[in-house]
């Protein structure tokens, strides 16, 4: 469990560190990497040499918020100078030792809640990855394996054993009447002689199968436990969980209660400062404003907390019926049974480790959530150092302190008059239609305290919702409400200059937005290298469909036109043909038999005719060719050819 602890808190420091670091590259302070860098390191250097460790993200955190006060000086139309980066350095690092100022201690707790804490669906997600990661080397050593020897598939169904132990999370795999109870569950669905067909599967199918012996396997040995014939090494979830989630559910609602106390005491504290000077005098020394924030965004951060242990306890009383109810079902289908069919018990035991390992969750969860609560606890603790119980108690002497709930109950009554504004938008609890709540800023305060007093009180809907700009506020006062929607945007930018001198509202009332266009680009001389500004860039993606229209492929289209006749003739030809049928004994009631056959023919055809002709031969003579007794040559040519016709 401490490994899984350990892993689990490396992976979400650096996914939560990349994210702390995109909310801060928003606002467009970016010199250069390697400056950044180096200022980072020196500070962090420095802190350390006096002792005090801190982490990059912490450092980088403090780095933004002196160069965004505006009481440093720091000019962000011009270019720093080296004496400038020094300045900042010892800016940063004197704040960073000064250990007794609350501001730096919300600043470690936002950054402690921003890289630990994840809801429940990414705490499970990231569980069941880790889990899986520890389980893939046996798991591939099984869907790997190709066994020829009897002692090769010995050892292959051990392996099988292990990995639905593990998976499982039931028991230890050191204990052998643990193994012995997970092997005779096994054997009951899955003998060794099974062994074969499964590694003949493919290695996904191996792998879906292994999965569903695990859920049967687990089922079967819940099973044995509620009828007390096993279950060894299976803690009793339900029960513990049924103890543990009010108790911690109360010790979350126990810190928040005495946060609730201190923000009382607090606000009360500041508001008497500005109604008599005189204790604006003895208290402007004490830094009750820092001290204030503090305790809210811890309050804030225990809300979240007690929001997941609510919903915990409702998800376990959920799941509890749903398991008793199902072993009900289960001892109905299988008690004093010879022989169950699986079609009935097999999904019974699949839906019994689904219930269960829901239990398990809930308990990985109740363990995050304490861990979480203890953790935060540290944070607070520079409160007690500064404003011990008597200093408080002297200080609170003739001041009435007023809890959030009676602040609202006093407000409840009043109500914004809408017809006294023409050109605002007003909204009201019940009447607005479509309202997300979501959409109020600042966390809930009130819009005009923020900036005016520095106080976070809560507002009170009922008085009426101002929407500016797409954006929701709420009052504490409705005096405060028709001050601040006289002119809105003056109160808004007078909260985000309370935000540059104490950073720790940019997380506390959610300021992310509004400092993505305060402060130019800040640029560092260097030499021979001339200031650039840092290219903008965004991730964007597109999308775009394969196949926007159905297919209207007509499978029957033929193009060749020689087999459209050679079908065209097939056709003719089975009109003139005659269909048969038998029926036997044999294969009486079972299916329909035909045959279809085209009736033998004789057809004969000449392709061939032989034929003769004759003609006379040509008898051609020459006489004197010899010569004669004349000195002239005298040659004669005597034709014999017998005429055609008398041939």
């Given amino acids: 469990m401490e490994g899984e602890k350990d892993i689990h808190s490396v992976e979400r420091l650096l996914e939560r560190t990349a994210l702390i670091w995109w909310r801060w590259s928003r606002m467009p302070w970016d010199p250069s990497e ?63 030792l000064d250990t007794t100022n609350p501001s730096l201690s919300t600043i470690k707790m936002q950054v402690y809640f921003d890289l630990n804490y994840a809801n429940r669906a990414e705490l499970l ?27 090769e598939m010995k050892n292959v169904y051990q392996m099988i054993v292990s990995y639905v132990l593990l998976s499982s999370g039931l028991g230890s795999s050191t204990d052998i009447e643990v193994v012995r109870e997970v092997i005779a569950a096994l054997q009951s669905i899955f003998p060794q002689t099974a062994l074969v067909s499964l590694l003949s599967l493919s290695k996904k199918d191996k792998e879906q199968q292994l ?37 911690a559910t109360q010790c979350i609602e126990d810190h928040l209660n005495a946060c609730f106390v201190l923000a009382h005491r607090y606000t009360a504290l500041l508001e008497s400062m500005h109604e008599d000077e005189n204790r604006y005098k003895q208290l402007s020394s004490l830094k009750l ?19 997941d242990a609510v919903t915990s306890g409702q998800e376990i009383l959920k799941t509890n019926v749903e398991f008793t109810a199902t072993m009900k079902q289960l001892q109905s289908t299988i008690q004093d049974k010879v022989s169950v069919d699986t079609k009935e018990a097999f999904p019974l035991f699949v839906a019994a480790f689904n219930l269960w390992s829901r239990f398990q969750d809930e308990m990985l969860l109740l363990s995050f959530l ?98 500016h700009k797409d954006r929701c506020y709420v ?102 043909k005659l269909t048969h049928a038998m029926q036997t004994q044999l294969s009486h009631l079972r299916r329909e038999n035909s045959t279809q056959v085209y009736l033998p023919k004789d057809v004969g055809t000449q392709t061939k005719r032989d034929g003769s002709s004759n003609v006379p031969r040509p008898q051609i003579f020459l006489a004197g060719l010899r010569g004669g007794s004349s000195a002239a040559t005298e040659m004669v040519k005597v034709d014999l050819t017998r005429p055609i016709d008398k041939a």
């Fill in 289 to 307: 404003k820092e001290a204030l924030f503090s305790v809210r965004q811890y309050e804030a951060f225990l809300c979240i907390l007690l929001s």
């Fill in 370 to 467: 304490t861990n979480m609560t203890n953790c935060l606890q540290q944070f607070l603790e520079s409160q007690s150092q500064l404003f011990p119980e008597e200093l408080l108690t002297s200080l609170l002497e003739g001041v009435t302190v007023k809890t959030d709930k009676e602040r609202i109950r006093e407000t409840t009554g009043t109500r914004v008059d809408v017809s006294d504004f023409k050109n605002q938008e007003w909204l009201f609890p019940g009447t607005a239609t479509n309202f997300d709540d979501s959409l109020i800023q600042y966390h809930g305060f009130c819009a005009h305290t923020i900036g005016v007093k520095g106080l976070t009180i809560p507002g009170n809907p009922a008085i009426g919702i101002l929407k």
């Fill in 211 to 247: 999965k569903n012996l695990t859920m049967l396997v687990t089922g079967i040995r819940l099973y044995n436990k509620e009828c007390g014939k096993g279950g060894k090494g299976i803690d009793d979830l339900p029960a513990i969980l049924n103890e543990a989630i009010p108790s």
């Fill in 475 to 576: 009052f504490s006062s409705k005096e405060s409400a028709y001050i601040f929607a006289q002119d809105p945007d003056k109160f808004i930018q007078l909260n985000v200059e309370k935000a540059k001198e104490h950073a720790e509202l940019i997380h506390l009332l959610d300021l992310h937005h509004q400092f993505g266009y305060l402060a130019p680009h800040m640029r560092l001389r260097s030499a021979g290298k001339l200031p650039m500004k840092p290219t903008p860039k965004c991730d964007s993606g597109t999308q775009t469909d394969t196949h926007i229209l159905p297919p209207t492929i007509v499978k029957s289209y033929e193009w060749n036109e020689w087999e459209l006749r050679r079908e065209a003739i097939k056709l003719a030809n089975l009109r003139r």
């Fill in 125 to 151: 997600r990231e569980h069941r990855r880790v889990l899986e990661g520890r389980l893939a080397p046996l798991l591939r050593n099984i869907t790997d394996s190709y066994p020829r020897l009897q002692e």
């Fill in 34 to 96: 390697g400056v950044i860098k180096h200022i980072i390191r020196q500070v962090g250097q420095q802190c350390a040499a006096h002792g005090h460790h801190v982490s990059e993200t912490v450092v980088a955190f403090m780095v933004k918020a002196v160069v965004l006060d505006p009481r440093n000086d720091f000019n962000v139309d011009q270019i720093l100078t080296k004496q400038d980066v020094q300045n900042l350095i010892q800016l940063c690092v004197s704040r960073l």
